[in-house]
């Protein structure tokens, strides 16, 4: 039996049509960035993997409604997408899969319902989202959509009694991440036509989204670079201590999350104003060595304190 059968056998999930609702978003997760996915797959509890592929799984998909298409097809798309997850809420059922698979989740992980209504209830600040003025709108577009969005799977690793510690160091990780992915993203920003480097950022190098559309490999552009990948590596340096603050079974896949982003920010920095050309990646053998150090590691915890 594959790990994926055992997860969902663990979690309790056996109907199924049910099954075959999870594993529809497991696929849809795995795709949309393989390295998280293996991650999850080999330091997550059998019982919480499949939880956390639904959970990723709404993120992701609510991501690319409120990313696609003309701010009137974002807005409409959203508002449908929006109204189907309340109903299937209240309701109990949906005839959609990714809902279904949202709607046991949150009854077998409660404390994510009040997750989901925050994350409903802010989202739309990405719709508005065109341009950030400088750092005081990009902080608050963390408050009001990436941090609630995050928070979808993050909530399932966080103690129960968090006093707050936990989700100020899941911001910290998101404020590292999110800026990392922006700058990371420049090449797809650009045809997208929304860049998320704040424009005070931009004027205080001297450089202008004419001079990164052109593919510009500049001074200005290379120190703008090395700027903001500095800047989120610093923060992703502090979201080292997020793995002490989550839940004991939890520990190990958010200590390799924060690893792994940091390799992404020095693959970012190594290739500069190339970014322009399209992102970097962790490089695959030292993503992998995170991941097997982490479950080794994992391993030992769990025999010790089996003794």
């Keep these: 039996m594959n790990a994926w059968n055992q997860g969902l056998n663990a979690a309790g999930i056996r109907e199924p049509g049910l099954r075959s609702d999870y594993d529809?978003?497991?696929?849809?997760?795995?795709?949309?960035?393989?390295?998280?996915?293996?991650?999850?797959k080999v330091l997550l509890p059998p019982e919480a993997l499949p939880h956390a592929m639904a959970a990723t799984a709404v993120m992701h998909h609510g991501d690319n409604l409120l990313d696609t298409g003309t701010k009137e097809r974002r807005?409409?798309?959203w508002s449908s997408w929006e109204r189907r997850i309340r109903e299937g809420l209240e309701s109990g059922t949906s005839d959609d899969p990714l809902i279904r698979?949202?709607?046991?989740?949150?009854?077998?992980?409660?404390?994510?319902?009040?997750?989901?209504e925050e994350y409903l209830s802010t989202a739309r600040a990405e719709l508005?989202?065109?341009?950030?003025?400088?750092?005081?709108?990009?902080?608050?577009?963390?408050?009001?959509?990436?941090?609630p969005a995050f928070m979808l799977v993050g909530v399932l690793a966080g103690p129960e009694d968090d006093d707050g510690r936990?989700?100020?160091a899941c911001r910290t990780f998101i404020d590292g991440s999110q800026r990392l992915d922006f700058v990371n993203d420049l090449s797809e920003d650009l045809r997208e036509g929304v860049l998320g480097i704040p424009v005070k950022t931009m004027e205080r190098f001297s450089v202008t989204e004419e001079d990164l559309r052109a593919g510009h490999d500049c001074e200005a552009v290379r120190e703008l670079v090395r700027d903001q990948v500095g800047a989120a590596r610093a923060t992703l340096e502090t979201a080292r201590g997020l793995p002490a603050l989550t839940a004991t079974p939890?520990?190990?896949?958010?200590?390799?999350?924060?690893?792994?982003?940091?390799?992404?920010?020095?693959a970012a920095l190594a290739r500069g104003a190339g970014l322009l050309r399209g992102p970097a990646g962790p490089p695959p053998v030292r993503a992998l060595r995170v991941l097997w150090d982490a479950r080794r590691r994992a391993r030992k915890e769990r025999r010790r304190a089996s003794r």
């Design 24 to 40: 529809t978003q497991r696929r849809l997760v795995s795709r949309f960035r393989r390295t998280s996915y293996m991650a999850a």
């Design 75 to 77: 807005a409409a798309a």
């Design 101 to 116: 698979t949202l709607l046991h989740t949150v009854a077998a992980c409660p404390r994510l319902a009040g997750t989901v």
């Design 128 to 147: 508005e989202f065109s341009r950030f003025a400088d750092e005081a709108d990009y902080q608050a577009y963390l408050d009001a959509y990436a941090l």
């Design 166 to 168: 936990y989700r100020a």
């Design 250 to 266: 939890y520990k190990p896949l958010m200590g390799a999350l924060v690893e792994i982003e940091l390799l992404t920010a020095d």
